[in-house]
Nanobody, 120 residues
Framework: QVQLVESGGGLVQAGGSLRLSCAAS????????MGWYRQAPGKQRELVAT?????STNYADSVKGRFTISRDNVKVYLQMNSLKPEDTAVYYC????????????????WGQGTQVTVSS
């Protein structure tokens, strides 16, 4: 089994910054891609940013130029600058992994979520 543990959420004023972190641990695995999604109250979960094992990144249009995703081995980070009230949501870490369980198999994992609240 693999666990994703997130940290770094909190309350910040509009225009401020936060940095989210997510660490993967557990069974033997390799990383295909990791990313961040968010879900605001009453809305569907949406993609924020992803990063592949090769370092390619993808961002939602709403966060381009403000958020930066990066990865360091088994950790993924989301640097969020110029935060807006509409960025308020629970942010979830996601990992697309190959896990060795007698043989290599692909699995997708979610973290428990971390609350980000941006006040106006």
């Amino acid at each position: 089994q693999v666990q994703l543990v997130e940290s770094g959420g909190g309350l910040v004023q509009a225009g401020g910054s936060l940095r989210l972190s997510c660490a993967a641990s557990g069974s033997i695995f390799t990383i295909n891609a990791m990313g961040w999604y968010r879900q605001a109250p009453g809305k569907q979960r949406e993609l924020v940013a992803t990063i592949t094992s090769g370092g390619s990144t993808n961002y939602a249009d709403s966060v381009k130029g403000r958020f930066t995703i990066s990865r360091d081995n088994v950790k993924v980070y989301l640097q969020m600058n110029s935060l807006k009230p509409e960025d308020t949501a629970v942010y979830y870490c996601n990992a697309d992994l190959k896990v060795f369980q007698s043989r290599w198999q692909s699995f997708n994992y979610w973290g428990q979520g971390t609350q980000v609240t941006v006040s106006s």
